[in-house]
């Protein structure tokens, strides 16, 4: 299947032509990105560090999951909607970047994975799950943030 | 001021003259790998952050006792603080005499100041006051004021931050006497 024209109409359309015409609304759809992107980051690193029990030990890990979980949904549609304006205006220079679709398929994986996977198991009571299933999850998901965070930044560069 | 901006331009020369600063700018792989570690190391502050602020305003983890919170995120707050402001002094002896007049740098600097000051009377409110209130899903008014403050302080330092790489009022452009001023332009 061929992507280019649909990354072509995203350039034409309305929202790639404000991020083209209007620098600063631009950039600050950039700095909203970095912004969703460190509160992903707050919620992801507290889940998983208090899952492999390197802060808050003496806070029940449901508590910690399930009050940063609210905050994560809202990060990634922050970081979804301003990753959407942000691409819109380069779209074309976009498909021919390796790392643009690197980190789109390291976004849809942390998706998938989040709701797929991490919720669905740290749903159940902590106590009830193995341990080590705990920590697997929680290395896999700082990998795929990280890996996320990563070669979003080498878009810039590449 | 105008001694003040000679003297910081004479030491951003100065800084630009060494081989390691243009030999820093100039390597590809080590300059972006400096830049993406200051922005992952955002992340770890700045998310920290957050948890901490959304915290005391009573929008995060209201369960949970607003010092434990404080305290126990403080550690990996500071060590991503600690990465980011390290590569940010990099970042700058790359690139100084471009970083030096850029109006959005200095900015940067004065929110970063503000940010400074502002978690300082922060953590010495909350320290005075916690024990009547650490249970509370919501800290008293000041203190909620203070962690509004910082997370608008912080969104200016991101954007600002941010607006670096953009030469809109670089000096090499025709810019008003505020802007050239604010950004310590020296007549060649």
Not at chain 2, 58 to 71: E, W, Y
Request: aromatic fraction near 14%; proline fraction near 3%; hydrophobic fraction near 55%.
């Amino acid at each position: 299947m061929e992507f280019l024209p649909v990354f072509e109409w995203m350039e034409t359309s309305a929202l790639g032509q404000i991020g083209k015409t209007y620098g600063g609304v631009y950039a600050i759809g950039q700095s909203l990105h970095l912004m969703s992107l460190a509160l992903l980051g707050g919620t992801v690193l507290v889940t998983d560090l208090r899952l492999l029990n390197v802060v808050l030990r003496d806070v029940p890990s449901d508590v910690v999951t399930n009050g940063a979980h609210r905050w994560f949904k809202v990060a990634v549609t922050m970081l979804i909607a301003t990753g959407i304006f942000m691409a819109a205006a380069v779209a074309v220079r976009m498909y021919y970047s390796a790392f643009f679709f690197a980190k789109m398929t390291a976004l849809a994986t942390g998706i998938i994975f989040v709701f797929a996977v991490k919720r669905p198991l740290l749903k159940r009571p902590h106590a009830e799950i193995h341990p080590l299933a705990l920590k697997a999850v929680a290395i896999a998901s700082l990998l795929i943030w990280f890996s996320v965070a990563a070669t979003g930044r080498w878009i810039g560069f590449s | 001021m105008n001694a003040l901006n000679n003297l910081l331009l004479h030491f951003a020369e100065w800084l630009d003259a060494q081989g390691w600063s243009s030999g820093l700018h100039e390597s590809y792989y080590m300059y972006n790998w400096v830049e993406s570690t200051h922005v992952l190391t955002l992340m770890i502050f700045l998310g920290m952050l957050f948890v901490i602020d959304l915290r005391m305003l009573g929008l995060a983890l209201t369960n949970v006792p607003a010092s434990k919170i404080a305290a126990r995120l403080n550690v990996p707050m500071m060590i991503g603080f600690t990465i980011m402001f390290i590569t940010g002094l990099l970042l700058f002896y790359a690139v100084p005499v471009r970083t030096t007049q850029s109006i959005w740098f200095r900015i940067k600097f004065v929110l970063l100041i503000a940010a400074g000051v502002n978690a300082w009377l922060f953590h010495r409110r909350m320290n005075e006051s916690v024990s009547t209130w650490d249970n509370d899903p919501v800290a008293p008014k000041r203190l909620r004021y203070a962690a509004g403050l910082s997370l608008a302080l912080w969104a200016g330092v991101v954007t600002t931050g941010r607006l670096i790489a953009y030469d809109w009022y670089d000096c090499y452009r025709v810019n008003s006497d505020l802007i050239a001023w604010a950004a310590g332009c020296m007549a060649e």
